[in-house]
């Protein structure tokens, strides 16, 4: 078992910035590759941003390149998010989730084991 909890979220304007954190606790840490997912109202939940084992590899989803950058601290046992230049549309709750698997197509909810409950970001305009 591996326990994820998010935090980080809140309140922000356009343009503004945020950084999310995921503490994992329970299994190795750094035996998953950790992944980033946001639901907004109304829609399904979608992929953000996927690291590797080390962190020396990393896939985006194409609306968040160039924007958001995900990386971990394996010696904290914590996977980040920093998202810059933030829009209304990246209004959403935000998750992290760990998986077994690792490619350009480990995208799907389906595919994760472990989730954390979730951390709300809120992009005012």
């Known amino acids: 078992q591996v326990q994820l909890v998010e935090s980080g979220g809140g309140l922000v304007q356009a343009g503004g910035s945020l950084r999310l954190s995921c503490a994992a606790s329970?299994?190795?840490?750094?035996?998953?590759?950790m992944g980033w997912f946001r639901q907004a109202p109304g829609k399904e939940r979608e992929f953000v941003a996927l690291?590797?084992?080390?962190?020396?590899?990393?896939y985006y989803a194409d609306s968040m390149k160039g924007r958001f950058t995900i990386s971990r601290d394996n010696a904290k046992n914590t996977v980040y998010l920093h998202m810059n230049s933030l829009k209304p549309e990246d209004t959403a709750v935000y998750y992290c989730?760990?998986?077994?698997?690792?490619?350009?197509?480990?995208?799907?909810?389906?595919?994760?084991?472990?989730w954390g409950q979730g951390t709300q970001v809120t992009v005012s305009s």
């Open positions: 989730a760990a998986t077994r698997y690792w490619g350009p197509n480990i995208v799907y909810e389906r595919q994760y084991d472990y």
């Open positions: 329970g299994r190795t840490f750094s035996s998953y590759p």
């Open positions: 690291i590797s084992w080390s962190g020396g590899s990393t």
